[in-house]
């Protein structure tokens, strides 16, 4: 995926849409973001963690349809 930050395109390799926040946020905060919290864009996230992640994510994906 490619995003335009300073008028250039930048490469990430694989994200989810769920990681975009963090890749706006870590933008327009000049980078601190992702040091201050984790962004898994950035680094893979241990199985577990991400697993509970990913299924916190989908239990609000699925009460937003409702």
């Known amino acids: 995926m490619f995003f335009f930050e300073d ?3 930048v490469h990430y390799d694989k994200i989810h ?5 963090d890749l706006i946020l870590n ?5 601190s973001h992702c040091r201050d919290y984790p962004c ?7 199985a577990l963690e991400k697993k509970e992640y990913e299924n916190a994510y989908m239990t ?5 349809m409702k």
């Open 60 to 64: 609000i994906m699925a009460n937003a």
């Open 27 to 31: 933008y327009i905060t000049g980078k």
């Open 7 to 9: 008028g250039r395109a």
């Open 40 to 46: 898994s864009f950035k680094a893979p996230r241990k």
């Open 17 to 21: 849409h769920y990681d975009i926040p």
